[in-house]
């Protein structure tokens, strides 16, 4: 019976492997390089930044503040400084577990793979959005499909999620500038293929040398009246980072 168990289980293991290796690379070098530089767009062997967050409903709106810390793919620290009613609240991803820090209750709370597409502080990006636990070159298999628009100033590239990726999308469109290859917008489809919402970059800036928008905007095209935008005031890149900031520690330390 172990045997049998073995060998099933190996097998199961093979096919896992296989088809995210599979799914990793398009074959084509334009289309992976392309996937793989919006991917790190923001992000780098470490990174800190400071921006933002307008959230926008018919009924109120509210600007967060707050400091975001990243290394490389797998790690993201990001603290709110403002407004005091948010002020210490903070979120850690680390591989593939994510946790939440509330000063009010002084309690940490665990995000289960489950609310990974839940909304991150009531905006209309997700905990994925924010802490790029999926990755487009890892998790997706993607191909160059021909312009819906006849925009030919503009890659087109379909994205579509490993099947055993926790995402509620379809598909992933993603529109980049031929010149400049950074992106210009990214559609989200259901499986029904049906657009669920749009994000839009712009104000594209030069940050410590690296040229990227400073500027995204996330429309939902299912809730009429709201919008969150993400706008970088600083960003730093490849910086020299206290490993102690990617802790459970640091995440109730209010600093």
């Known amino acids: 019976m172990i045997r049998i168990w073995t060998t099933t289980g190996l ?83 680390i591989d593939n577990e994510m946790w939440n820090y509330l000063p009010k209750t ?30 487009f070159f890892d998790d997706y298999s993607y191909e160059l499909i021909p312009s819906d628009s006849g925009d030919e100033n503009l890659y087109y590239i379909n994205c579509i999620p490993r099947p055993d990726l926790a995402v509620v999308w379809g598909n992933i469109v993603i529109g980049v500038e031929k010149d400049t290859r950074l992106p210009v917008w990214q559609r989200y489809y259901d499986e029904k293929k049906e657009l669920m919402r749009v994000m839009t970059y712009s104000d594209v800036r030069t940050f410590d040398g690296r040229t990227l928008p400073a500027t995204m905007a996330m429309v939902p095209t299912t809730k009429e009246g709201h919008k969150t935008v993400i706008r970088y005031t600083v960003a730093k890149f490849d910086i020299k980072l206290d490993k102690d900031i990617f802790s459970l520690r640091n995440l109730q330390s209010g600093q």
């Open 11 to 93: 097998v199961v293991l093979l096919c896992v492997v296989a088809v995210r290796a599979q799914l990793k690379k398009s074959g084509d070098p334009l289309v992976d390089s392309l996937v793989n530089e919006v991917d790190r767009l923001y992000r780098s062997s470490s990174s800190y930044a400071e921006m933002e967050m307008e959230i926008v409903t018919p009924h109120w709106q509210r600007t967060l503040k707050m400091d975001a810390w990243s290394e490389g793919m797998d790690k993201t620290f990001i603290r709110i400084n403002e407004p005091l009613k948010e002020k210490g609240v903070t979120t850690l991803r």
């Open 106 to 135: 002084d309690k940490v709370m665990k995000i289960p793979p489950s609310m990974m597409m839940g909304s991150w502080m009531g905006s209309d990006f997700t905990n994925d959005d924010l802490v790029k636990e999926s990755s």
